[in-house]
Structures are given as C-alpha cells and as structure tokens.
C-alpha cells in the first residue's frame, strides 16, 4: 500500500512560517534602515569635506563606503521583497509548494529560505 505523501502544510505550520517571515523582515527592515543612515552620513561627510581639500585616496575611500551602502540597500531591498512575496504566497496559498514540480518544499529548507518557491531537487537540477 502507497504512502500518501502531503499535499499541503496544515494552518499551524503556516503560521510558524509567517511568524519566522515577520521576524525576518524585521531584521532585514532594521538593517535596511541602518544602511541608509550610513550612506546619509557617507554623503554628509563628503560634502563637509569637500569644502576642505581633500587628499584623492580619501574621496575614493568615501565613494567605495558610499557605493558599498548602496549596494547593501539594494540587497536589502529585494530580500525584503522575496519576504513579502512569500507573505503573498501563504494568503494565496501556494506557500511551500515548488512550483516546477508541485510537491511540498522540506520543511527545513522552508526554516532556512522561506521565500523559496522551489525545492531542493528542482533548484538542483541543471538549467
């Protein structure tokens, strides 16, 4: 007799996973917010400087801390939006199903990317 494999994860565990996407996008808000302090405070200081003269090294220094904010808004940003997306998802109810084969995603793998939209043997698979 065949084991009937779950289609679908229950109410509760839904729950535990958008508790865990909340608390995520928490952090990732807070360090979102942390990185633009940093690079207003970057752009500041290159502006206060600029009235003085300024050595090149250190303009080129200020502009890579700049570029280096910036950079981690964006990765912010969009792991932001990966989170929200899964958000999405759970209300739609397709949280946790891969969409190339259908079948539920490992639960632990939904712990570690709960934004995943595939699971592991799909996304292993060669393009």
Known sequence: MAVSKKKKWTQKELEKFKTLILEKREVVTAELFEAKEKADDVLKNNSTNAIYSSH???????????????????RENNYL????????????GSFGICANCGELIDYDRLIEVPHTSSCFDCKSKPA
């Open 81 to 92: 939006q990966y989170l929200n997306r899964a958000l999405t998802m759970i209300e739609e």
């Open 56 to 74: 090149m090294a250190d303009a080129g220094t200020d502009q890579q801390e700049m570029e280096k904010n910036y950079y981690m808004m964006n």
